[in-house]
């Protein structure tokens, strides 16, 4: 069975300052996804990973997949107010022949001034 | 258009009504989803169709009834439902689903009340 493990699950940030958000799952898999998620909002889609070695970068975040270590990770650089949400990874997996998303439990980030 | 709409997206019942949530994309994906999200939990996959026909079912109670018309709509039936079941029901979409897990796109999702 598919784990997905975040961590931290809480993150509380002053501005400025720098952080990882760690993703790690328990089988084989090339393909993870970063989500954004705002209060009572719904999913946004931040990353797609797609290989190992993989890095994309947009703004101040940017995510990595190795998928040797089977560890995925979001780097917050300099942060601001604008970057407090709730960060999922998702790791996506084939059941037969249908693809689907395990979600980890998510990082809720909390940048304060 | 990278749009998938949810209607409505507030409904409040009450345990013997009988109510329908609708999902709509028109990217020409023919795998959609439906998820339930508690309060600070993750998304848990409910239902996944796959070219118009249910693929996966992960054990969800016969009080909710997923329906796949065509390949744009998906619509989820609720009836006796429990106030446990109150949540974020969200819907997504993705690519030709078999062969890989491809990135979903998510909907705004329907807050659901169960009084």
């Known amino acids: 069975e598919l784990k997905v493990e975040q961590n931290p699950l809480f993150l509380s940030m002053q501005e400025g300052k720098n952080y990882t958000i760690y993703c790690n799952y328990s089988?084989?898999?090339?393909?993870l996804y970063w989500y954004r998620q705002d209060p009572g909002k719904s999913l946004e889609s931040l990353f797609v990973?797609?290989?190992?070695?993989a890095v994309k970068q947009e703004g101040r975040l940017m995510a990595s997949l190795d998928t040797k270590a089977r560890l995925s990770t979001l780097h917050i650089t300099a942060a601001v107010h604008d970057l407090s949400a709730t960060y999922f990874c998702?790791?996506?997996?084939?059941?037969?022949?249908?693809?689907?998303?395990?979600f980890g439990k998510g990082t809720k980030l909390s940048v304060k001034p | 258009d990278t749009e998938v709409t949810q209607t409505p997206k507030h409904l409040v019942m009450g345990m013997t009504n009988k109510k329908s949530l609708k999902c709509e994309q028109h990217?020409?994906?023919?795998?959609m989803y439906w998820y339930k999200q508690k309060a600070k939990k993750p998304p848990e996959l409910m239902f996944v169709?796959?070219?118009?026909?249910?693929?996966i079912n992960e054990s969800v109670p016969s009080r909710f009834s997923p329906e796949c018309p065509n390949s744009s709509l998906l619509n989820l039936h609720l009836h006796a439902l429990q106030p446990e079941d109150s949540a974020l029901y969200l819907c997504?979409?993705?690519?030709?689903?078999?062969?890989?897990?491809?990135?979903?796109?998510f909907g705004p999702g329907t807050r659901l009340t169960v009084t």
């Open positions: 089988t084989t898999s090339d393909r």
């Open positions: 169709y796959s070219y118009e026909k249910l693929s």
């Open positions: 998702a790791v996506g997996r084939l059941r037969g022949s249908q693809g689907n998303l395990i």
């Open positions: 990217m020409g994906h023919r795998a």
């Open positions: 990973l797609l290989s190992n070695g």
């Open positions: 997504a979409s993705s690519q030709a689903p078999t062969g890989a897990p491809y990135e979903q796109y």
